[in-house]
């Protein structure tokens, strides 16, 4: 399903919503799967996985039928999906009297540090991918440099600061921290597509608001997602990484 999402996602002409919607109702389904097996075979784990199980089998139903609904009506679905997979991580009330599978902190880090890697990675294959089927112009040489700067200054920041203090100790900033990557990611993916979009800029082309916008936002959200990880951590002193 991930690789039929890449393909039906990067073609624009096709009336992609409801494939789309089909295949990650797939996904959803596949983790509620997974969390069906932990409770058939780690019965002192029920009290996890069932509500996750169940909080992820109507996200995908949801998710599936999404692709039937209005725009205005997919996007309140697709914000109860949100709600439904997020929930469940922020609040205490789900891991009551239940040790947390993932209590292998550094193991964690040390996954989500990759995940962090590939991600920036994406970011360099973007731009060379956007860039390779057009003329290239001298800006768009200043661009792809920018972009190198750019990436492995968020690279810098995160594995010099985030990366060495590893996963926090305690329930609560544990949640905050995991949930504090996603942003991060968005923000990173982001930067390449806005990165991707000045790099097929000519010469003589004048920049809107919008253009400048689509780039800085999310340049703006992936140094805010570090800050909230940093504060999160187990760095210390906080302030200066949060300056």
């Known amino acids: 399903p991930m690789v039929l999402l890449i393909i039906v996602g990067s073609h624009t002409e096709t009336q992609w919503r409801d494939p789309l919607s089909a295949m990650i109702g797939v996904l959803l389904v596949l983790v509620a799967i997974l ?36 725009a205005v009506g997919a996007a309140v679905i697709w914000g109860v999906i949100a709600v439904l997979l997020v929930v469940p991580v922020l609040l205490d009330r789900f891991d009551q009297g239940v040790d947390r599978p993932a209590s292998n902190l550094e193991h964690l880090a040390d996954r989500l540090a990759a995940l962090t890697t590939i991600v920036l990675g994406e970011s360099f294959i973007r731009v060379a991918l956007t ?34 203090a590893g996963m926090p100790r305690g329930r609560r900033r544990q949640r905050w921290w995991l949930l504090a990557h996603l942003p991060l990611h968005i923000g990173i993916i982001g930067t390449a597509v806005g990165l991707g979009a000045f790099a097929t800029l000519r010469q003589s082309n004048d920049l809107t608001d919008a253009d400048i916008r689509f780039l800085t936002a999310p340049l703006v959200l992936a140094f805010v997602a570090l800050c909230a990880v940093g504060l999160c951590s187990s760095r210390v002193p906080k302030l200066p990484l949060a300056i």
Not at 35 to 55: G, K
Not at 138 to 157: P, R
């Open 35 to 70: 969390h069906e097996v932990t409770r058939r075979t780690r019965p002192d784990l029920s009290a996890f996985a069932v509500p996750r199980r169940n909080a992820f089998v109507v996200a995908a139903a949801l998710a599936s039928l999404s692709g039937l609904a209005p």
């Open 131 to 164: 860039t390779s089927g057009r003329h290239l112009y001298e800006i768009n040489f200043i661009i792809v440099c920018l972009e190198f700067v750019v990436v492995c200054s968020l690279w810098v920041a995160y594995f010099d600061d985030v990366g060495v």
